[in-house]
């Protein structure tokens, strides 16, 4: 850590304003229902919610689009909604956020995908999805991968947020990676660990210490020579230049091309109120500061600084170029 300053930490974020940034992946509308509970019902055994409180907000890739936006910058969505109430609340409030939504395509063979929580205090009682896993028709992908091509002509990095829903075809990965090595701008990855191994001869992909064991194909062992071990072989097995494996509270270690011990960052929240979105954080921040010119130790440091500043919040939060900068050394 000492070889990085907070003086350079502040120039780099002082870049982040105006960079544009494109997410292409699966966005979905996240609906809250919060009340108490106070009795079970008379019809079946089951709590009764007393609804205080009703929400909405942009999950998924979205939520990367959103804290991109948040830090300054202008990020563009890439993706797929259904012809429904869903997808144009979903756009509606992406636009409002300031996220670039030209790049949605609407497909007639699918839902939304949503995601309705209810909660009662802060325990979760159910949850509905409405959703399909399909993957997009060649069309709707061919649509998609247009207007990517549009937007990467004025970009400075790309964000790749894979949660599985048939968004990120296998087509659509590699032709995204081809283009972004051609244009050299820095392409990070959110994996889903099905897709894990598609993602070879990229910037960097920011597993969770859980994902990372499972896309590896391998059984969790203790110790940090294991996860040494784990961080070389997948960086190695994508042939990426580095992998960031995000660790909880023990913070984070960096793997990158040409080094066998990684670069381990230590946790710096004081306290943990919900992780919730923490990763959508860590890879809008992580390119974020690759495209204002960091490298790649700068930019995961302050990711690590702004995932302290979001799991204290409360749901999926997001943070400012003021916040990250007022938790500095």
């Known amino acids: 850590m000492s070889q990085i300053t907070t003086k350079r930490l502040k120039e780099i974020l002082k870049h982040f304003e105006?960079?544009?940034?494109?997410?292409?992946?699966?966005?979905?509308?996240?609906h809250?229902?919060?009340?108490?509970?106070?009795?079970?019902?008379?019809?079946?055994?089951?709590?009764?919610?007393?609804?205080?409180?009703?929400?909405?907000?942009?999950?998924?890739?979205g939520n990367v689009a959103v804290n991109l936006a948040a830090l300054g910058a202008k990020p563009?969505?890439?993706?797929?909604?259904?012809?429904?109430?869903?997808?144009?609340?979903?756009?509606?409030?992406?636009?409002?956020?300031?996220?670039?939504?030209?790049g949605i395509a609407e497909d007639t063979d699918r839902p939304t995908t949503q995601k309705i929580r209810v909660m009662a205090e802060q325990q979760q009682i159910v949850r509905f999805d409405r959703e399909s896993k399909k993957t997009i028709s060649s069309a709707i992908a061919a649509e998609c991968m247009k207007n990517f091509e549009a937007a990467i002509k004025t970009a400075k990095g790309v964000i790749l947020?894979?949660?599985?829903?048939?968004?990120?075809?296998?087509?659509?990965?590699?032709?995204?990676?081809?283009?972004?090595?051609?244009h050299h701008i820095p392409v990070c990855v959110d994996p889903k660990i099905d897709n894990f191994k598609k993602y070879k001869h990229i910037t960097c992909m920011t597993?969770?210490?859980?994902?990372?064991?499972?896309?590896?194909?391998?059984?969790?062992?203790?110790?940090?020579?294991?996860?040494?071990?784990?961080?070389n072989q997948i960086r190695d097995m994508l042939e990426a230049e580095s992998v960031l494996i995000t660790r909880s509270a023990d913070g984070m270690?960096?793997?990158?091309?040409?080094?066998?011990?990684?670069?381990?960052?230590?946790?710096?929240?004081?306290?943990?109120?919900?992780?919730t979105g923490a990763g959508d954080t860590v890879i809008s921040v992580l390119t974020l500061g690759l495209a204002a010119g960091a490298n790649l130790k700068e930019?995961?440091?302050?990711?690590?600084?702004?995932a302290g500043i979001v799991v204290a919040k409360s749901g999926t939060a997001t943070t400012t170029r003021e916040e990250i900068e007022g938790v500095l050394p």
């Open 299 to 306: 930019a995961a440091t302050i990711a690590n600084y702004a």
């Open 18 to 30: 105006g960079q544009e940034i494109i997410v292409v992946g699966d966005i979905m509308l996240d």
């Open 207 to 231: 597993p969770n210490t859980k994902e990372a064991w499972e896309g590896a194909g391998e059984s969790p062992k203790p110790g940090e020579e294991a996860i040494e071990a784990l961080g």
């Open 253 to 275: 270690s960096l793997f990158e091309k040409g080094t066998k011990k990684p670069y381990t960052i230590r946790a710096t929240s004081r306290e943990v109120y919900d992780v």
């Open 76 to 102: 563009v969505m890439i993706s797929v909604v259904g012809p429904d109430v869903g997808g144009d609340m979903l756009k509606g409030f992406l636009r409002q956020k300031r996220v670039n939504i030209n």
């Open 161 to 182: 947020s894979d949660y599985g829903k048939g968004m990120l075809s296998d087509q659509n990965i590699q032709t995204i990676i081809d283009m972004c090595r051609k």
């Open 32 to 61: 809250f229902i919060k009340g108490s509970v106070s009795r079970i019902s008379p019809e079946a055994p089951v709590p009764v919610v007393d609804v205080k409180n009703e929400f909405y907000v942009a999950g998924g890739a």
